[in-house]
């Protein structure tokens, strides 16, 4: 995705780069927080 925003920022549909923002990144913050728990837990 930085690829196309920096290299083609005319052409990105600001809805999807809002929903990838708003609703994608911090869902996957939260998997990548569960996955380094579950690693740190387990010692």
Same mark, same amino acid.
């Given at each position: 995705?930085? %690829?196309?925003? &920096? %290299?083609?920022?005319?052409?990105? @549909?600001? @809805?999807?780069?809002?929903? !990838? !923002?708003?609703?994608?990144?911090?869902?996957? !913050?939260?998997? &990548?927080?569960?996955?380094?728990? @579950?690693? !740190?837990?387990?010692?």
């Amino acid at each position: 995705m930085r %690829h196309r925003v &920096v %290299h083609d920022y005319f052409a990105v @549909d600001l @809805d999807i780069l809002w929903s !990838a !923002a708003s609703v994608d990144v911090p869902r996957l !913050a939260g998997e &990548v927080r569960r996955i380094l728990e @579950d690693i !740190a837990s387990r010692g």
